[in-house]
T-cell receptor, first 113, second 115 residues
Framework: GESVGLHLPTLSVQEGDNSIINCAYSNSASDYFIWYKQESGKGPQFIIDIRSNMDKRQGQRVTVLLNKTVKHLSLQIAATQPGDSAVYFCAETLKAAGNKLTFGGGTRVLVKP | NAGVTQTPKFRILKIGQSMTLQCTQDMNHNYMYWYRQDPGMGLKLIYYSVGAGITDKGEVPNGYNVSRSTTEDFPLRLELAAPSQTSVYFC??????????????FGSGTRLTVV
């Protein structure tokens, strides 16, 4: 059964529309940020990352924006597909501190056909 | 390559029992981690290791122990299982040099229920 996402905020998106997922991080010294996708019964799957000296990075259908002033991270998914339905987590890390990940709260994305 | 392999995938324990969650990686990563994930939450770090023979506590280490005798293996030990340890446990590994995502790879998880 589903153990991830029971009490998570949910974003419902129409197939084909763009999705924006937001995340607040905690440590202003973090030097690296990562977005993960987690499907039911699976471990986190890497989506995209960004270093602290950047404010935007684009991948295939995904874009990450970093605003260090307000410690905010967002993930934009273009043309959302049914396979994008999952729970999404942001994570921050400081390489000099053992590369440990600190995860933010997740967001469940439900794609409606 | 298998990546990060965790066993078992599922386990039910009675209160007070002990068990070891196994984790092995074949990528020659020097860093390894144990996280737990409770329902509706992100992952929280239990213990981590920066190399063979070196371990350190994470955010939620109480009730757990680890060892790192080889680069490949990083077992997590529960000595006296408690209901609060009911969770999904993820092992991960990473490298410390190179571009991109720091090479973070997660296992598929162990779902533990303590009754």
């Amino acid at each position: 059964g589903e153990s991830v996402g029971l009490h998570l905020p949910t974003l419902s998106v129409q197939e084909g529309d763009n999705s924006i997922i937001n995340c607040a991080y905690s440590n202003s010294a973090s030097d690296y940020f990562i977005w993960y996708k987690q499907e039911s019964g699976k471990g986190p799957q890497f989506i995209i990352d960004i270093r602290s000296n950047m404010d935007k990075r684009q991948g295939q259908r995904v874009t990450v924006l970093l605003n260090k002033t307000v410690k905010h991270l967002s993930l934009q998914i273009a043309a959302t597909q049914p396979g994008d339905s999952a729970v999404y987590f942001c994570a921050e890390t400081l390489k000099a501190a053992g590369n440990k990940l600190t995860f933010g709260g997740g967001t469940r994305v439900l794609v409606k056909p | 390559n298998a990546g990060v392999t965790q066993t078992p995938k599922f386990r039910i324990l009675k209160i007070g029992q002990s068990m070891t969650l196994q984790c092995t990686q074949d990528m020659n990563h020097n860093y390894m981690y144990w996280y737990r994930q409770d329902p509706g939450m992100g992952l929280k770090l239990i213990y981590y290791s920066v190399g063979a023979g070196i371990t350190d506590k994470g955010e939620v280490p109480n009730g757990y122990n680890v060892s790192r005798s080889t680069t490949e293996d990083f077992p997590l030990r529960l000595e006296l299982a408690a209901p609060s340890q009911t969770s999904v446990y993820f092992c991960a590994s990473s490298y410390t040099t190179g571009p991109g995502s720091y090479g973070y790879t997660f296992g598929s998880g162990t779902r533990l229920t303590v009754v």
